[in-house]
């Protein structure tokens, strides 16, 4: 113990004596010296006393659909940095196709005896899921905040990025460039963030545009979520004479991008992209992506302020607090071609003569 004692006193710079106060918890240190010498502490490798280790004020479970779309890696990242300060430690619970269900992480949270519980993008965004497993968690009672999906019966807080007024800038942007026939490409419309954003196209093109509305059915698209769902649906729009796509996340943007490609056209020569979320690294693909971006970190940090003033007993009026998405332009997005010039094709493999 001697020859530990020196080792952090060196480390730290301070005398023995002043180490051993702080290993025993003893008054009459700095708080920067005391600092000094925890950290003396990890840098050796010497496990802490328990006394000086961080008390967690309880576990906080944390569900996210999956983690394939980096925006929910985002989310969960932001909400554990939001956490640390208040002494909650998240519990990470992510779902995937086929594996373990909302409902099943929410008994195993329910078994680690959680303070509260973050929803982000689950179930109650659905319409056509039952929302008493929500009522039933308040009235045990446990607080719980919802991200991304307004449900009017379920009284808890909730925390959204405005998806109506997102569309809206999207085809805004686009009709600025030239573009008429806009299509968007978006997710199942039983999920309250499409039917928003839905809404907030046909508003916008009814308003900025003289599209019928027989032509905005033919121009609109719900498909899966993902690169997949994007890229079939964009080619069912490409197919129809659309020059720009507004997209519901940014994955579908790239699917529809690659859908673009295959049918020998150029983003953004021939075709406009505009894709959601702005998630992590879209502004290093190729080209960079035009996007209407969530406000993530503000979303995140409101969402965690109202769990822990919920467990704390001061809990804030359950409603619903709306974040204004803000439109990026980058290179996937460009001014229109005029409706006479040739749309530029693929180049055809150049054929080499082989002599006999």
């Known amino acids: 113990m001697r020859a530990r004692l020196s080792d952090i006193a060196q480390q730290a710079e301070v005398s023995e004596a002043t180490v051993s106060r702080v290993l025993n918890d003893r008054p009459g240190v700095a708080p920067e010296t005391r600092q000094a010498v925890l950290t003396a502490l990890d840098v050796l490798g010497y496990e802490r006393p328990a006394r000086l280790r961080k008390r967690s004020a309880g576990l906080v479970g944390l569900v996210v659909p999956e983690l394939d779309n980096p925006i929910f890696p985002a989310f969960a990242q932001i909400i554990e940095s939001a956490l640390a300060p208040t002494g909650y430690t998240p519990v990470l619970c992510t779902q995937t196709p086929g594996g373990v269900r909302e409902d099943e992480y929410v008994e195993m949270l329910l078994d680690r005896q959680v303070s509260g519980i973050v929803f982000v993008s689950g179930l109650h965004a659905d319409t056509a899921a039952d929302h008493d497993r929500y009522r039933t968690l308040l009235a045990r009672p446990l607080p719980i905040v919802m991200i991304n999906g307004y449900a009017p019966g379920i009284p808890a807080p909730f925390v959204s990025c405005d998806d109506r007024e997102s569309a809206e800038l999207a085809v805004a942007h686009l009709v600025a460039l030239g573009h008429r026939r806009i299509g968007l490409i978006t997710g199942p419309d039983r999920f309250v963030p499409v039917q928003r954003k839905v809404?907030?196209?046909?508003?916008?093109?009814?308003?900025?545009?003289?599209?019928?509305?027989?032509?905005?059915?033919?121009?609109?698209?719900?498909?899966?979520?993902?690169?997949?769902?994007?890229?079939?649906?964009?080619?069912?729009?490409?197919?129809?004479?659309?020059?720009?796509?507004?997209?519901?996340?940014?994955?579908?943007?790239?699917?529809?991008?690659?859908?673009?490609?295959?049918?020998?056209?150029?983003?953004?020569?021939?075709?406009?992209?505009?894709?959601?979320?702005?998630?992590?690294?879209?502004?290093?693909?190729?080209?960079?992506?035009?996007?209407?971006?969530?406000?993530?970190?503000?979303?995140?940090?409101?969402?965690?302020?109202?769990?822990?003033?919920?467990?704390?007993?001061?809990?804030?009026?359950?409603?619903?607090?709306?974040?204004?998405?803000?439109?990026?332009?980058?290179?996937?997005?460009?001014?229109?071609?005029?409706?006479?010039?040739?749309?530029?094709?693929?180049?055809?493999?150049?054929?080499?003569?082989?002599?006999?």
């Open 199 to 356: 809404a907030g196209y046909k508003a916008a093109m009814g308003r900025l545009t003289d599209i019928s509305d027989e032509d905005l059915t033919e121009l609109t698209e719900l498909s899966l979520f993902g690169v997949e769902g994007g890229e079939a649906a964009a080619g069912r729009l490409i197919e129809r004479g659309a020059t720009g796509l507004v997209c519901g996340s940014d994955l579908m943007a790239l699917g529809a991008i690659r859908a673009a490609r295959q049918r020998g056209l150029s983003v953004p020569e021939d075709i406009s992209v505009v894709g959601y979320d702005d998630s992590p690294l879209m502004a290093f693909t190729d080209p960079p992506l035009t996007t209407v971006r969530q406000p993530v970190a503000a979303m995140a940090v409101a969402a965690v302020r109202a769990l822990v003033d919920e467990i704390n007993g001061h809990p804030s009026p359950n409603s619903e607090y709306l974040f204004r998405p803000e439109l990026v332009v980058r290179g996937s997005t460009a001014v229109t071609r005029p409706a006479t010039a040739p749309k530029r094709q693929r180049p055809a493999p150049t054929s080499l003569a082989v002599p006999a």
